[in-house]
């Protein structure tokens, strides 16, 4: 799920978890989803989150039930950001089980009007 965004823009994230044959999991008694992002590629990134959101800050429920939620990036999250960065959504589920079913990179460039 890579993708690019303008600094100081809002991004909505709609993110889907499935299992390894490709079903929807049912994410309603998970203990936290974090999504953390830092500067740089999926090869060679930085130890140190720019953004970080979790349930309680900035990923909101669609329909836990069916593996959705939203990660909700704020203008003041990017407002200061250019370049490449690499995120992460780490779930750790009712049982204390930890996951990463999703990293990738996404690119913030600057715009005109700010």
Same mark, same amino acid.
């Given at each position: ?14 993110c ?8 929807l999991?049912?994410?309603?008694d ?6 953390w992002?830092s500067?740089?590629?999926?090869? %060679?990134?930085?130890r140190t989150?720019?953004?970080?959101? %979790?349930?309680?800050?900035?990923i ?9 939620f939203?990660v909700r990036?704020?203008p003041?999250?990017?407002?200061e ?6 995120y ?12 990463t ?5 996404f690119?913030?460039?600057?715009d005109?009007?700010r």
């Amino acid at each position: 799920m890579s993708f690019s965004m303008k600094a100081g823009d809002t991004k909505n994230i709609f993110c889907k978890i499935r299992d390894n044959l490709g079903n929807l999991i049912d994410l309603t008694d998970v203990q936290s989803i974090r999504w953390w992002a830092s500067r740089g590629t999926m090869e %060679s990134f930085s130890r140190t989150p720019v953004i970080q959101k %979790s349930l309680d800050a900035g990923i909101e429920e669609a329909a836990m039930i069916d593996g959705e939620f939203v990660v909700r990036i704020n203008p003041a999250d990017t407002q200061e950001l250019k370049g490449s960065y690499y995120y992460e959504i780490e779930i750790t589920d009712a049982f204390g089980n930890v996951s990463t079913p999703i990293s990738d990179t996404f690119t913030v460039t600057k715009d005109l009007i700010r």
